[in-house]
């Protein structure tokens, strides 16, 4: 079982790295980016951040899905996900479908969109709607780690 603890050590880590990332950018980075006066810094920074960060992401969300599916495999749960007492795991699923999608295909998509210059007004109200998407999928990933923290210590946020 040595194998599974490597897996769960690994799965965890890259969630940890993963939504503490978009932690960062929903909480701290997209606010500043925000509040700069002059658009082209606020294109720089965001792009700064986004090509430091985006790699870590595909990564982390790539190791997530090796890990999980691995401990899945070894430990035969398959049978869980027709459970409605795991949720959780489908919620799981869920989650890192949307950030890849999001990582390999919309945001390069976005990236080259965003290198097209435009008036300030749109640039804003493409920013408001990234931060409000952030936030949603924030919300959505923390609940989704509460749950199956709390599941798969056998504990179930359902009656």
Avoid at 22 to 42: C, G, N
Avoid at 55 to 80: C, H, K, P
Wanted: glycine share 4%.
């Amino acid at each position: 079982m040595n194998d599974v603890a490597i897996a769960r050590a690994i799965h965890v880590i890259c969630v940890v790295i993963w939504i503490g990332g978009v932690a960062m950018v929903t909480t701290v980075i997209l606010p500043m980016v925000r509040r700069f006066d002059v658009p082209e810094k606020r294109l720089a920074l965001l792009e700064a951040v986004e090509r430091r960060f985006v790699w870590q992401a595909r990564i982390a969300t790539l190791l997530v899905a090796a890990s999980g599916f691995y401990m899945v495999e070894r430990l035969q749960l398959w049978d869980r996900f027709h459970s409605a007492q795991f949720w959780w795991m489908h919620a799981m699923v869920l989650i890192w479908l949307i950030f890849t999608v999001i990582l390999f295909a919309a945001e390069p998509l976005v990236m080259r969109r965003r290198a097209r210059p435009g008036p300030p007004i749109a640039a804003e109200v493409k920013l408001s709607r990234m931060q409000r998407l952030h936030w949603v999928l924030l919300i959505l990933s923390v609940i989704t780690v509460l749950a199956a923290v709390a599941g798969s210590q056998g504990m179930s946020l359902l009656p």
